[in-house]
């Protein structure tokens, strides 16, 4: 049987094509796989969600609360649909693995661009392999924003209404582009469906065609080598084959990850819609988006409202905060390979100290996403009584653009440090063979 | 390498094939984007979704009382929110809560409370007032600020607007104050007397809004 398949779908050149692709040994390399596993794993928790789901939003009787004959307790479809997924066997144990299977994915995929990043791994030739990684990583986070809003709770319902208002907030053609993205004017009578066949079909079509894209570049170019590769054998592919041995260890993480998975989800609840209740005009005190979109969040929050006329169209705080200012940000990563001039290719994993300044930028840019971040919390901070509306903006633009500045500085000197003291150890070193001699 | 360039039939057959198929591109993606047109469903103002106007009857948006008419003696300075209810072409009486701009703040303050710039005649013995309940930043609904009573606090990005003073700005990034409703009182029941006084959220400028109104007295009259 064997040579039969083999005849007919030349399995042999898959194998010596694909099958015996070397992988680096070193843990730091499963962070795509688990980015990957995570995938796949939300696609069949999808799929199973989408079958015991309703994508509408016309109001239907609450079965589990019907009301009055003369004065029925109407639910939007999808918020009742919702509250029966929960009530299904495991319903509610199949919403939370798929709500932390997406916050882990994009959580491996941002410590897998870490890993790439300071590593030097972007550089000639996977430059093209770190812009669809950025792709992958601006669509996994539309689909998540549309996922957040299917439950149509009344969370989803402020939040939708948020992003309707930035979409709304481009110049000249704001309103008609949001009217088209969602269905009218907000909330269409048929926003629920318009949403659903972004996050079942259109996006997730998009992130499957890129991981693919993704995937094979990365076998065409093999992974960067370790360190310990180029001591090894120079210039040589050192790993492990992906069949046979790779496949075992892929499918024990794969498995022991969404193991893990299952069981905090199985402690930690979601997004409890039954406490937000259907869509109302109830205010939703400290409403914040997921944490990988909380720096925009912030950056919404800190930027002063102001409007501005220009040839017909208005600019505002919520366009520059939630569109122009996100844009600089995910264009400097995109510029990140333009960085590096090498005219050759990279085989091997750089030390990140050998690199300071590319390490301090990139912490410095990590801290400026936090403090970013922590502005997000501005209303619960003022709220708190730490800040007051009046220094809140003052004392929170100072900290997002002085932290950084110090940690790149800090940065660069512990790089120092360290390397003085590497310097220190190979003099060493050297000496005491020479003693030895 | 020889210095003559030789003409090759080849090239023009290619070139052929490259306009033709550049051309077949280009009708391709503008038919694609005239059907991407039916994305935007067309906007039909109905009673419904109409904005609140003159001779509307505020009733209860939300809690136990919910669709029932607000009674001025039941208003405090705790925020209540209210909706229009108005009647459509056939008569029959439809509360518009289709359109979220719709969604209204009404207070009532102590005599001597409510100072400029509230358009006080427009208000109820200077005591009872309503706002458009959407931050005029994103949209989320307002509500009270748990530390002084008669300011309000977006729970978005922290917003502020002081209900006693026309809902103007105090802090945080709404570009413009919450739009001011005129209301009459007619026994127990608040009355809507006309349109929001200035541009509720979603309207850019003072003129669109003032556009939209025209565009509503036409089809609603
Ligand atoms: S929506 Fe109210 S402050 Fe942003």
Redesign the pocket.
């Known amino acids: 049987m064997n040579q039969w398949l083999d005849e007919r779908l030349h399995i042999s050149r898959l194998n010596d094509k694909f099958l015996r692709k070397a992988f680096p040994v070193h843990h730091s390399f499963f962070l795509g796989e688990i980015t990957l596993f995570s995938l796949i794993v939300l696609i069949i928790t999808g799929i199973l969600l989408a079958l015991a789901y309703e994508p509408s939003n016309s109001l239907v009787v609450n079965s589990f609360d019907p009301g009055t004959p003369d004065k029925q307790n109407l639910i939007p479809a999808a918020y009742h649909s919702a509250l029966k997924i929960n009530a299904m066997p495991f319903g509610d144990m199949l919403r939370r693995v798929h709500h932390w299977m997406a916050n882990i994915m994009v959580a491996a995929a941002v410590v897998h661009m870490m890993r790439i990043y300071f590593t030097g791994a972007f550089k000639k030739p996977r430059e093209i392999n770190w812009w669809i990684g950025m792709l992958l990583l601006i669509f996994a986070a539309l689909t998540a924003v549309t996922g957040y809003i299917l439950p149509y709770d009344n969370y989803a319902f402020q939040t939708v209404g948020?992003v309707y208002a930035i979409v709304k907030s481009v110049p000249w053609v704001g309103d008609w582009l949001a009217q088209a993205a969602f269905a009218g004017q907000f909330p269409g009578a048929g926003i629920i469906p318009r949403i659903y066949g972004y996050h079942i079909m259109l996006l997730p079509g998009i992130l499957l065609a890129l991981t693919g894209a993704h995937m094979l570049i990365m076998i065409k170019q093999k992974h960067t080598q370790p360190q310990y590769a180029k001591r090894l054998a120079y210039k040589k592919i050192v790993g492990v084959p992906l069949m046979t041995q790779q496949t075992p260890i892929m499918l024990i993480l794969a498995l022991l990850f969404t193991g893990l998975v299952m069981l905090f989800a199985a402690y930690i609840p979601v997004h409890p819609i039954e406490v937000f209740g259907p869509p109302s005009s109830t205010p939703i005190p400290n409403i914040k988006p997921d944490w990988y979109l909380l720096w925009v969040f912030g950056a919404?929050a800190i930027i002063p409202g102001f409007e501005l006329e220009l040839l017909g169209g208005s600019i505002n705080a919520e366009f520059i905060g939630a569109m122009v200012f996100p844009g600089i940000v995910i264009g400097l990563m995109f510029a990140v390979p333009m960085l590096d001039r090498a005219k050759d290719n990279q085989y091997y994993a750089e030390n990140p100290t050998n690199h300071p300044v590319r390490l301090a930028a990139g912490t410095a840019f990590m801290a400026f996403m936090l403090m970013l971040s922590l502005a997000g919390y501005k209303p619960d901070l003022i709220q708190a009584g730490l800040l007051t509306t009046a220094n809140s903006n003052a004392i929170l633009w100072i900290l997002v653009i002085v932290v950084p500045v110090v940690i790149y500085f800090v940065t660069i000197g512990i790089v120092r440090m360290i390397r003085a003291l590497r310097e220190a150890d190979e003099r060493d070193s050297l000496a005491h063979a020479h003693a030895d001699d | 390498m020889t210095r003559y360039k030789k003409q090759d039939p080849e090239i023009t057959r290619r070139k052929f094939i490259n306009a033709a198929m550049g051309t077949s591109a280009g009708v391709g993606v503008l038919s694609l984007v005239s059907a991407l047109g039916s994305a935007k469903p067309v906007f039909r103002l109905t009673a419904d979704v109409a904005p609140p106007m003159k001779g509307d009857v505020l009733v209860h948006a939300e809690g136990p009382n919910q669709g029932q008419v607000v009674k001025a003696s039941e208003l405090s300075d705790k925020l209540v929110r209210a909706y229009p209810k108005g009647r459509d072409s056939k008569g029959t009486e439809v509360i518009r809560d289709k359109d979220p701009t719709n969604i209204l703040a009404v207070y009532k303050f102590a005599p001597g409370t409510l100072k400029e710039p509230t358009k006080l005649d427009a208000t109820i013995d200077a005591q009872i007032v309503a706002y458009g309940d959407r931050?005029t930043?994103?949209?989320?609904n307002?509500g009270d600020d748990p530390k002084t009573s008669g300011h309000m606090f977006?729970p978005?990005?922290?917003?502020q607007y002081d209900a006693t003073q026309g809902c103007r700005v105090l802090g945080?990034?709404?570009p413009a104050p919450l739009p001011q409703l005129p209301i009459k009182q007619e026994g127990d029941q608040l009355v809507v007397t006309g349109f929001f006084l200035s541009r509720p959220y979603g309207f850019n400028k003072e003129e669109d809004w003032e556009e939209y109104i025209k565009k509503v007295e036409e089809a609603m009259a």
Do not use: E, W
């Open positions: 948020v919404l | 931050c930043h994103a949209g989320c307002v977006c978005c990005h922290s917003g945080g990034p709404p």
